[in-house]
């Protein structure tokens, strides 16, 4: 149990457009979700929390107008990046937490999503 | 959040037990020891959390001693496979959320 999906896995796009991942929890409700990116041979560095029906909680430095969060349900949060560049070229990995009965849960990542900006 | 240092890489041959120790040395007491294992262009995937003391599961064990500003992961007889990062992480359940921050992370390379 405790899976967790993204998709697209892969996605190359234009600079200037908008490109939307989704991140599930697909056999639990998530109380929180977590965004990561991490760039090739870095370590994943915390972009933002969210908390399903409530504004996403941003790390310094991360700009929320060009990423946008939306955690509409107990088991979906999509990230979009607005108007991309190439700089914005990553790997964007979500995380979940479970409705969590005791202090030791732990995330869930999902597979990753590889964006490409040309 | 506390921080984490870890040997940024270690090499071990296959068949070998393989321990890799992190250091948290402002651990905050309601925080816990979580391992990861991550593999090029996947996501982490969970190894083990713990306390203190000793936790085993099936593929690792986690030794914390008692002042808890370290931890160390063993892996007992690791396989090719087993080359990967692993992630030592310190943080603690906040408002129904474990927020955490990974570390360089440690690159284990087994040799056939």
């Known amino acids: 149990g405790a899976v967790v999906s993204q998709h697209p896995s892969r996605v190359i796009c234009k600079s200037g457009t908008s490109v939307k991942i989704e991140c599930r929890s697909l056999?639990?409700?998530?109380?929180?979700m977590f965004w990561y990116r991490q760039f090739p041979k870095q370590s994943l560095m915390l972009m933002a929390t969210s908390n399903e029906g409530s504004k996403a909680t941003y790390e310094q430095g991360v700009e929320k107008d060009k990423f946008l969060i939306n955690h509409a349900s107990l088991t979906l949060s999509t990230l979009t990046v607005t108007s991309a560049h190439p700089e914005d070229s990553s790997f964007y990995i979500c995380?979940?937490?479970?409705?969590?009965?005791?202090?030791?849960?732990?995330?869930?990542f999902g597979p990753g999503t590889r964006l490409t900006v040309l | 959040l506390a921080k984490t240092t870890q040997p940024i890489s270690m090499d071990s041959y296959e068949g070998q037990e393989v321990n890799i120790t992190c250091s948290h040395n402002?651990?905050?007491?309601?925080?816990?020891i979580t391992w990861y294992q991550q593999f090029p262009s996947q996501g982490p995937r969970f190894i083990i959390q713990?306390?203190?003391t000793k936790v085993t599961n099936e593929v690792a064990s986690l030794f914390i001693p008692a002042d808890r500003k370290s931890s160390t992961l063993s892996l007992p007889r690791v396989s090719l496979s087993d080359t990967a990062v692993y992630y030592c992480?310190?943080?603690?359940?906040?408002?129904?959320?474990?927020?955490?921050?990974f570390g360089i992370g440690t690159k284990l390379q087994v040799i056939p």
């Open positions: 992480l310190v943080g603690a359940y906040s408002g129904g959320y474990q927020k955490v921050t």
């Open positions: 995380s979940a937490t479970r409705i969590a009965e005791t202090s030791d849960d732990e995330q869930f």
């Open positions: 402002n651990i905050a007491t309601n925080d816990y």
């Open positions: 713990g306390y203190k």
């Open positions: 056999d639990f409700q998530a109380t929180t």
